[in-house]
T-cell receptor, first 115, second 112 residues
Framework: DAGVIQSPRHEVTEMGQEVTLRCKPISGHNSLFWYRQTMMRGLELLIYFNNNVPIDDSGMPEDRFSAKMPNASFSTLKIQPSEPRDSAVYFC?????????????FGPGTRLTVT | DQQVKQNSPSLSVQEGRISILNCDYTNSMFDYFLWYKKYPAEGPTFLIS?????DKNEDGRFTVFLNKSAKHLSLHIVPSQPGDSAVYFCALSPLGNEKLTFGTGTRLTIIP
C-alpha cells in the first residue's frame, strides 16, 4: 500500500520565486492536512481539507500561502513570493474521518530552502 | 501560549528498561490523544492513541496513560529497544474536530 506521497522531497529556491509543493493522499482517505515544521515553532498545522473542501486555514501564515485540493487524490501548497523565513519542512498528512478516531498518516515531507 | 508541552527535550534509557515520555496540556477541551514517532528525514508515524473516556490503552510494548484531572499524558515503552530511538510527539485534538495540536517533542535515545 502506498502511503502519502509528497514531491519534491527537496526544494531550493531564491527569494521571490514561486514554490509549489505537491501531495497525493492515501487512497480512500477523505481528509488532508498541510503542516510546517521549524525549530522555532515545531510542527504546526497550516490548513486542512475534508472531502476536498478547505475546513480550517487559520494556520496559514499570510496571503503569500495558498492551498488547493482539486480532487480527492491531489493537493498543492503554493508560496508566492517565497521568503527565507519560509524555509522549513512541509508535511502533508491524510486520514479517514471516522467518528472517534483522529489518526493522521504523514508523508515524508518536503524540505524547502529559500535563499 | 503553548497548549501542549513536552518538558523533556531528550531522554536516554538503557536497552531493556522502561522508557516513559510525558506530555502536559492546558486546554480541557482536548478529547483525543495520540503519540507519534519520528525518525530523521521521515514523516511522523502514528504509534498509539487514547480517547478521553479511557485512562489506559495498550498495544504490545506501548502503553498510553491519560490523567484527565492532571491534564497529563504519558507513553510507556517496555522493554525499550534500539529501534525505539527517535523523536516522540504527543498530539491532541478537541471534541468533534480533526485538528491536531502537537507537543514540542522528546528525543529518545536507547543505549545498547
Amino acid at each position: 500500500d502506498a502511503g502519502v506521497i509528497q514531491s519534491p522531497r527537496h526544494e531550493v529556491t531564491e527569494m521571490g520565486q514561486e514554490v509549489t509543493l505537491r501531495c497525493k493522499p492515501i487512497s480512500g482517505h477523505n481528509s488532508l492536512f498541510w503542516y510546517r515544521q521549524t525549530m522555532m515553532r515545531g510542527l504546526e498545522l497550516l490548513i486542512y481539507f475534508n472531502n476536498n473542501v478547505p475546513i480550517d486555514d487559520s494556520g496559514m501564515p499570510e496571503d503569500r500561502f495558498s492551498a488547493k485540493m482539486p480532487n480527492a487524490s491531489f493537493s498543492t501548497l503554493k508560496i508566492q513570493p517565497s521568503e527565507p523565513r519560509d524555509s522549513a519542512v512541509y508535511f502533508c498528512a491524510s486520514s479517514f474521518t471516522v467518528r472517534g478516531t483522529h489518526e493522521q498518516y504523514f508523508g515524508p515531507g518536503t524540505r524547502l530552502t529559500v535563499t | 501560549d503553548q497548549q501542549v508541552k513536552q518538558n523533556s527535550p531528550s531522554l536516554s534509557v538503557q536497552e531493556g528498561r522502561i522508557s516513559i515520555l510525558n506530555c502536559d496540556y492546558t486546554n480541557s477541551m482536548f478529547d483525543y490523544f495520540l503519540w507519534y514517532k519520528k525518525y530523521p528525514a521521515e514523516g511522523p508515524t502514528f504509534l498509539i492513541s487514547i480517547s478521553s473516556i479511557k485512562d489506559k490503552n495498550e498495544d504490545g510494548r506501548f502503553t498510553v496513560f491519560l490523567n484527565k484531572s492532571a491534564k497529563h499524558l504519558s507513553l510507556h515503552i517496555v522493554p525499550s529497544q534500539p529501534g525505539d530511538s527517535a523523536v516522540y510527539f504527543c498530539a491532541l485534538s478537541p471534541l468533534g474536530n480533526e485538528k491536531l495540536t502537537f507537543g514540542t517533542g522528546t528525543r529518545l535515545t536507547i543505549i545498547p
